[in-house]
T-cell receptor, first 114, second 110 residues
Framework: GAVVSQHPSRVICKSGTSVKIECRSL??????MFWYRQFPKQSLMLMAT?????????EQGVEKDKFLINHASLTLSTLTVTSAHPEDSSFYIC??????????FGSGTRLTVV | DQQVKQNSPSLSVQEGRISILNCDYT??????FLWYKKYPAEGPTFLIS?????DKNEDGRFTVFLNKSAKHLSLHIVPSQPGDSAVYFC?????????FGTGTRLQVFP
């Protein structure tokens, strides 16, 4: 079946630094990739949608300059949290989809900003 | 505005009994609904889905019911097993986006 690899699974960074999270579709070329954020005991909130070779579409309230998304190929999307602050600490999950083949999720990245 | 809602944050069920997880939505344009299971620190795992043209879909112990007039769907798990203990999210889609509910934590006890 379709597999999405997300790396790293955990990261701790200092406030003010930037962190990059990678999302790879291992055995299929993803038409679209999504980035979600989950706060404790809350829903998975869609942050942005990205298509290969084009700019990401951000959901309302998500700062595009803070959460940089690059979708350089059909198998790789990256989310960079710039100038991270403690309130950015969260669980980030990517998802990849190929039209008519459903959604496959990465295993998530726990970001802790200290 | 929460378009997909799961009003029960938690549910506790005895092993062997039926677990019923509920989900309500507000957007009548949603045409596809999915249920995911999620363990802590892991990504969601797909369980079962249903198209808006159907009212029931069954896969083994899992059955999803859709009531479009009430904008309500439910996931039935029978018989429930301890390994089913997890957080269950419903999700709805009308384009390529998935909108998730807030999740229900299911605990199946022996």
């Amino acid at each position: 079946g379709a597999v999405v690899s997300q790396h790293p699974s955990r990261v701790i960074c200092k406030s003010g630094t930037s962190v990059k999270i990678e999302c790879r579709s291992l055995d299929f070329q993803a038409t679209t990739m999504f980035w979600y954020r989950q706060f404790p005991k809350q829903s998975l909130m869609l942050m942005a949608t990205s298509n290969e070779g084009s700019k990401a579409t951000y959901e309302q309230g998500v700062e595009k300059d803070k959460f940089l998304i690059n979708h350089a190929s059909l198998t790789l999307s990256t989310l960079t949290v710039t100038s991270a602050h403690p309130e950015d600490s969260s669980f980030y999950i990517c998802s990849a989809t190929l039209t008519n083949y459903g959604y496959t999720f990465g295993s998530g990245t726990r970001l802790t900003v200290v | 505005d929460q378009q997909v809602k799961q009003n029960s944050p938690s549910l506790s069920v005895q092993e062997g009994r039926i677990s019923i997880l509920n989900c309500d939505y507000t957007n009548s344009m949603f045409d596809y609904f999915l249920w995911y299971k999620k363990y802590p620190a892991e990504g969601p795992t797909f369980l079962i889905s249903i198209s808006s043209i159907k009212d029931k879909n069954e896969d083994g112990r899992f059955t999803v019911f859709l009531n479009k007039s009430a904008k309500h769907l439910s996931l039935h798990i029978v018989p429930s097993q301890p390994g089913d203990s997890a957080v269950y999210f419903c999700a709805a889609s009308n384009t390529d986006k998935l909108i998730f509910g807030t999740g229900t934590r299911l605990q199946v006890f022996p």
